[in-house]
């Protein structure tokens, strides 16, 4: 045992007692501190799971649920057959983003409209133009120019035209959620409000709590200021609370990123009980979350529970909604509903990305939300892609080999799919684009990139017919990997 012990001079000061605190929760925090303490530099490899554990007694599965929290926190990096590793710790100037190319190469794939000649796209989830009605529209913008002429096209203030603020305030009502127009900041998309609140809130070196999988572009807003990303597993009921609550008081950190409803990738909407424990948890460990709730509206079966916004006691929520995807993609536009003491600092930001959101824009959805036309434009969306949704899930059920699995959504415009074992998705995404299917890969909506076994399967942009075809080619790329 004394031979053993000199293997592992790092490690023989850890003291692990068995209590309230469980034991691999015990270990991690003490391999943390040495990692933060420069104990355990960057490339340090961390001893082989069944020898820490004969070190220190305790089971090899407390040793690696402690690795596997690291990891997530990315703190550790583990590779199979090469063991664990401390990772690098990232490094950002405070201003800019170190690598505006990586953004756009993680991003693109969300908003790729146009596919290939003849590929069947169904990576995009973009709105498919074909289903919003051009006559109404035609109409609603005539109607701006006769009112407003040539100051339609005029700048509003930086945060947002006063009249749609004041439409929106209304709407939010409808959530449950009470904001005075004051709080009120229009942006150009959700990937700018992301932006915008990175920018605000995050310095080098800060942590940020995402779901995992995530949303690429949030990723990617974060790494760019230097942000130490944390990813928490998602379960049908939302993040798994038990690694949420120890990551938060392990981490402490500074901005959380969720998505409650139709959460991108996996179509996983939070229940009311994990959104009350939340609202908690960040209550008594002091963060600030950022709740982008893009696709709400696209719930097929049931109505969307009220945002986590509603459930804001204490003003930490900053409220995100995109009416991009179910309104005009190209048109950019979104919202930020802000604490109050958030507000000078956001506005500020805002004013330095691109002054201000398009005044026309603005002044069209103003009227779509006056008139009550909103209603009718997502009803009709509703009774569209809940079409297409129903029968894609159906198919899908249909064409998964007993080996792959599905998650089963209330709504939205995708599908989150695990790929049969040791199948790795940028090869299977690639055999697909071959036969003329276009897939996203899953890997890039991991914090870490750790996941090589997932696909996001889309059909917002297709006809049943283009499904059904895209569903063939599934089927025989499924077939080409069996």
Not at 193 to 199: E, M
Not at 226 to 234: H, K, T, W
Not at 309 to 320: E, N, S
Not at 370 to 380: G, K
Request: aromatic share 8%; with cysteine.
């Amino acid at each position: 045992m004394t031979s053993e012990r000199a293997q592992f001079d790092a490690f023989v000061s850890i003291q692990l007692t068995k209590g309230k605190t469980p034991l691999y929760a015990q270990l991690a925090d003490a391999i943390l501190e040495k990692i933060d303490t420069g104990v355990l530099a960057p490339g340090y490899p961390l001893p082989p799971v069944r020898q820490l554990a004969k070190v220190l007694g305790v089971n090899p599965g407390t040793v690696v649920r402690a690795y596997k929290e690291l990891e997530q926190g990315g703190r550790v990096i583990s590779r199979q057959g090469s063991g664990s590793v401390v990772a690098e710790r990232q490094i950002a100037v405070d201003s800019e983003p170190r690598d505006l190319s990586s953004l756009e190469e993680i991003t693109n794939p969300e908003y790729e409209a146009e596919a290939e000649s003849g590929a069947v796209n169904m990576r995009s989830i973009s709105l498919n133009p074909d289903v919003v009605s051009i006559r109404q529209f035609r109409g609603i913008l005539s109607d701006v120019l006769d009112r407003d002429g040539a100051r339609a096209f005029s700048y509003t203030t930086s945060q947002g035209f006063l009249p749609l603020r004041e439409s929106i305030a209304a709407y939010l009502e409808n959530y449950g959620v009470k904001a005075d127009p004051a709080q009120i900041q229009i942006i150009s998309g959700a990937q700018q409000g992301i932006d915008i609140a990175a920018r605000a809130l995050l310095n080098r070196g800060d942590t940020v709590m995402t779901e995992s999988p995530t949303y690429p572009g949030a990723i990617a807003a974060f790494r760019a200021r230097g942000a130490q990303m944390i990813g928490i597993p998602m379960t049908p009921d939302g993040i798994d609370l038990t690694s949420f609550e120890a990551h938060l008081r392990r981490f402490r950190p500074r901005l959380v990123y969720l998505m409650p409803n139709i959460q991108n990738p996996t179509g996983y909407s939070y229940s009311l009980a994990a959104r009350q424990r939340i609202m908690g948890l960040l209550r008594f460990y002091d963060a600030w979350l950022l709740e982008d709730d893009y696709m709400r509206e696209l719930t097929y079966d049931k109505d969307a529970l009220a945002p986590l916004k509603a459930l804001d006691r204490d003003d930490r929520v900053i409220y995100l909604k995109s009416f991009s995807k179910i309104f005009m993609p190209g048109l950019r536009l979104a919202f930020l509903c802000l604490p109050q003491a958030l507000l000078a600092r956001f506005r500020s930001v805002k004013r330095l990305t691109d002054i201000a959101t398009s005044g026309l824009t603005q002044r069209v959805f103003d009227l779509y939300l006056r008139r009550n036309l909103w209603p009718a434009h997502v009803a009709n969306l509703r009774r569209v892609y809940g079409t297409q949704f129903r029968y894609t899930e159906r198919r899908l059920e249909e064409i998964l080999p007993s080996d792959a699995t599905m998650t089963h959504p209330d709504g939205g415009l995708s599908f989150w799919i695990t790929l049969p074992p040791n199948v790795d998705a940028a090869a299977f995404c690639a055999e697909a684009a071959k036969r003329g299917l276009l897939l996203a890969d899953g890997s890039p909506f991991y914090p870490h990139g750790t996941d090589r076994g997932h696909i996001r399967l889309s059909h917002s942009t297709l006809t049943l017919q283009q499904v059904e075809s895209g569903l063939s080619i599934l089927q025989q790329t499924l077939a080409r990997f069996s």
